[in-house]
């Protein structure tokens, strides 16, 4: 399967990672009107961030969160690659250079080369997305045409 235009997912139900079932049946669902994968977009209670925020632990995996960023802030975001003091790395969504910056600057012990491994060119809206909880109905069909 090729990569998605909309969602940049080569596969269609590759999301919810962990969890899927809670996380269907409990948060808010970006659904991607070309393939119909379902991706996390909830805020967290506490702090109001959302699951593309938090360090992923490969490109890949961020890869699958990257649209939701999109959304949000309405433009390409970035993929940065992050490495801490202990060399260890992991990867990072941004909306712009600017914010890497202000995240390196935070956290001392983190280095970033400062380019995004991965970015679209520009930020492209679709017609007919959805960003919203799925029905019962929707959760069982989603979960039964992800087995395998
Ligand atoms: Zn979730
Ligand atoms: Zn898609």
Redesign the pocket.
């Known amino acids: 399967m090729c990569e998605?235009k909309?969602?940049y997912?080569t596969d269609?139900r590759a999301t919810p990672l962990l969890n899927k079932e809670d996380c269907l049946k409990s948060h808010t669902q970006y659904i991607?009107s070309?393939?119909g994968?379902c991706i996390c977009i909830a805020k967290d209670d506490k702090r109001g961030l959302q699951r593309w925020n938090f360090p992923f632990k490969s490109l890949d995996i961020a890869k699958l969160y990257l649209r939701t960023a999109d959304v949000t802030t309405r433009t390409s975001c970035g993929i940065y690659e992050i490495v801490n003091d202990k060399g260890r790395k992991s990867y990072k969504i941004f909306q712009s250079k600017a914010d890497v910056d202000a995240y390196l600057q935070q956290h001392k012990d983190r280095s970033s080369t400062g380019k995004p491994l991965y970015q679209k060119e520009v930020y492209k809206d679709f017609e007919g997305i959805q960003i919203r909880m799925l029905n019962e109905e929707e959760i069982k069909e989603y979960l039964n045409s992800s087995k395998e």
């Open positions: 998605c909309e969602c997912s269609n991607c070309t393939c994968r």
